[in-house]
């Protein structure tokens, strides 16, 4: 009897063991089911385009937590699906390059669900790949020491095959928090995406003829044109500024409005001509570019500017307005916007009809005093195809920017 009753204890705790690692393998099972999802995505034409191919279109999605990235190709119905992703949300990008044209899109915050298959639709635009005057690069990031941001530029390249005068033109440093913890977005309060708001714009002097940019050249507008290496302890990590074209300087012209400057700021190399004030809401703005992340605008000469421009800006429970100068989107001539890290899509400050994505410097935010800086890709294909320097640009900065280590003016000057 007491054999039998030890035999049927051990019977059950050997039936136990088998249900607990039964359960234990179910379990894991279902977990790696669980967390994963399919995205389905389909590539539209931008209104408008007809007669372009959209198979063989290179589709990459990029989970915006851990930026791991899977590419594939679209198949003849411009579809293309990605199996087993991590549940999550992602950025789409599509992009393809021709002897003729190059082909854009993005889709932001792009959601894939538990075990359910996503259908993303992506529009894609076509942009002819002999353009015009192009934003080159944006250097905000700032290297620290002595400098900080002092050493900031933004450089203008000439992607057409002609020269082209830059007198007139305008630059303006787009208005709006970055993406950080904690932010507002731009547009959750001035809702209306037909134009761009700036609360810091300058202007190229000239009268047509005094700022010519030759094909596959560019110029250099510096916050200062100054040699940042001469005493410096690492002169290597450091600029020299004093070659750039033009460079700003408002103290003067706040002066002469009863308004105040900061000459530990800005400093006037007198070699080096300045740049034409056009409006500054902050005498403290002093940096013209936002510090380290700056989504910048280039715009037509042709465009006028007047106080029935300004608009109020006051974010959700704050009690501090600023007076934006708006930009329409149809006077400008070029676009990048720059973010503060890879997942802040919803923080873009500059509408989609001109930039369809965002780029950002460093995935994780984290950007001061890094040197690291955002700089426009070389169109390979059409570059092979005329025989000069051509950048890519699909108005889409996910697509044609790019981050570097150290800043590279005139880099790609022929």
């Known amino acids: 009897m007491k054999n039998t009753i030890l035999r049927r204890v051990g019977i059950t705790k050997l039936i136990a063991v088998v249900l607990l690692v039964t359960g234990v393998m179910g379990c894991s099972e279902d977990d790696s089911i669980a967390n994963l999802g399919d995205l389905q995505v389909q590539l539209e034409l931008a209104t408008g385009l007809s007669d372009i191919s959209l198979e063989g279109v290179e589709v990459s999605v990029t989970n915006t937590v851990d930026n791991a990235t899977i590419e594939s190709i679209t198949d003849v119905n411009g579809s293309v699906l990605f199996t087993n992703l991590s549940v999550g949300t992602y ?3 599509a992009t393809n390059t ?30 002819n790949s002999d353009g015009g005057l192009v934003i080159k690069e944006v ?4 290297s620290g020491y002595i400098t900080l941001f002092k050493d900031s530029f933004i450089e203008i390249f000439n992607n057409s ?7 007139g033109m305008y630059i303006a440093n787009i208005y709006g928090d970055t993406g950080m913890s904690g932010d507002t977005a731009l547009y959750s309060v001035l809702t209306d995406s037909d134009y761009v708001y700036t609360d810091v714009m300058s202007q190229i002097p000239g009268d047509g003829t005094d700022y010519p940019i030759a094909s596959g050249q560019s110029i ?3 916050l200062n044109a100054v040699n940042y290496k001469e005493g410096s302890t690492a002169p290597d990590t450091q600029l020299n500024n004093t070659d750039a074209t033009l460079e700003h300087y408002s103290i003067d012209w706040l002066e002469a409005q009863g ?7 800005e400093l006037d190399n007198p070699a080096v001509p300045n740049m034409t004030n056009i409006y500054m809401f902050d005498e403290t703005n002093f940096f013209r570019l936002a510090t380290a992340s700056s989504s910048v605008v280039l715009i037509s000469n042709e465009a006028t500017f007047s106080d029935s421009d300004i608009v109020d800006y006051t974010e959700s429970g704050s009690t501090t307005t600023y007076k934006l100068m708006k930009i329409s989107v149809d006077q400008v001539i070029d676009a990048v916007d720059i973010l ?75």
């Open 91 to 93: 950025t789409v990008v």
């Open 98 to 127: 021709t002897d003729d044209y190059t082909l854009s899109g993005t889709a932001n915050n792009v959601s894939v669900s538990i075990q359910e298959t996503t259908v993303a639709t992506v529009e894609v635009n076509a942009v």
């Open 139 to 142: 250097y905000s990031s700032g």
């Open 161 to 167: 095959a002609e020269t082209l005068y830059a007198d």
């Open 220 to 222: 250099v507008i510096a």
């Open 259 to 265: 308004r105040a400057g900061n000459s530990f700021f």
């Open 340 to 414: 503060d890290n890879s997942g802040a899509a919803d923080f873009k400050r500059i509408p989609s009809a001109l930039d369809g994505g965002f780029t950002y410097v460093n995935a994780d935010g984290a950007i001061s005093y890094t040197g690291l800086s955002s700089r426009r890709k070389i169109d390979d294909v059409a570059s092979d195809r005329f025989g000069r320097t051509i950048l890519i640009d699909t108005n889409n900065s996910t697509v044609d920017f790019e981050a570097i280590d150290f800043p590279d003016k005139y880099g790609y000057n022929n």
